[in-house]
């Protein structure tokens, strides 16, 4: 594994947001830790003049968007064979929540669900989806992928990436549709059967590690990404549920790798 490094809060905050964009102040709480903050975000989104290649430009804390070197996603192709170690992943059973943010739809979890990668303890805060994939794999696309957003109590932040493709219906993705449809940045209660997560996750968890970016404004890099090889399945119906539901294609474009090493 590589050096990881600790975000700022602000990025930190950014990424845990439940409520978005169409409101010009969010007051959001970080909830690794107890202070809050009042951050101003600029509209984007996925189309128009908000689509992805004006993100560096909307706002100056969107920087990273246009001049990060490390911005996610990317075509995934593995450079380098290593020993990687396993995700040590516990997802108990415990209460969420669902929002529809106007950009994705996002279950946010109350903490608890812990990912263990080579001693570090990172807490799930919430997993949501991109339809299509953002990340392609040796150049292939797929029509769903969900981002597992954990982060340490010092902020430093890994995304579990697992694709879905067309086949038998997911019955987790059952339990989020079966919650739709949702009124835009209105969080609903969510339950979940014990081991829900081991059917979303594929239960072969071996991974491509590097280093990326969030794909949503404000870009901020030293992100840990573990994108798992094996995908999902999800009903043709399902994935165009999902679609449906976010309303749009929200998949940022892939980016320049600019020479990073892909471990598997
Ligand atoms: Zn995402």
Not at 28 to 34: D, L, S
Not at 128 to 135: K, Y
Not at 227 to 255: D, F, W
């Amino acid at each position: 594994m590589r050096k990881i490094t600790t975000l700022t809060n602000i990025a930190l905050a950014s990424i845990l947001l439940t409520a978005c964009a169409e409101q010009p102040t969010v007051k959001e709480e970080a909830t690794t830790n107890t202070k809050h903050a009042t951050t101003h975000h600029k509209h984007w989104g996925y189309s128009g003049d908000v689509a992805p290649e004006h993100w560096g430009s909307l706002d100056n804390k969107f920087h990273m968007c246009s001049e990060g070197k490390e911005q996610s996603p990317i075509d995934v192709v593995a450079t380098k064979d290593v020993e990687l170690a396993p995700l040590s992943i516990n997802y108990p059973q415990g209460s969420k929540s669902i929002i529809n943010n106007g950009h994705t739809v996002q279950v946010n979890i109350k903490g608890g669900d812990t990912l263990t990668i080579n001693g570090e303890a990172y807490e799930l805060k919430q997993f949501h989806f991109h339809t299509p994939s953002e990340n392609h794999i040796n150049g292939k696309s797929f029509p769903l992928e969900a981002h597992f957003v954990h982060a340490t109590k010092d902020g430093k932040l890994a995304v579990i990436a697992v694709m879905f493709k067309e086949g038998t219906e997911n019955p987790t993705l059952n339990k989020i549709i079966k919650s739709f449809p949702l009124e835009k940045n209105k969080e609903a209660k969510l339950e979940f059967d014990k081991d829900y997560l081991d059917v979303v996750m594929p239960p072969k968890r071996d991974y491509y590690h590097f280093m990326g970016s969030l794909t949503t404004p404000p870009c901020s890099e030293q992100v840990n990404w573990f994108v798992l090889k094996q995908p999902q399945t999800a009903s043709k119906e399902q994935i165009a549920a999902m679609h449906k539901e976010i309303g749009m294609n929200n998949n940022r474009p892939v980016q320049a790798t600019n020479g990073r090493v892909i471990e598997q």
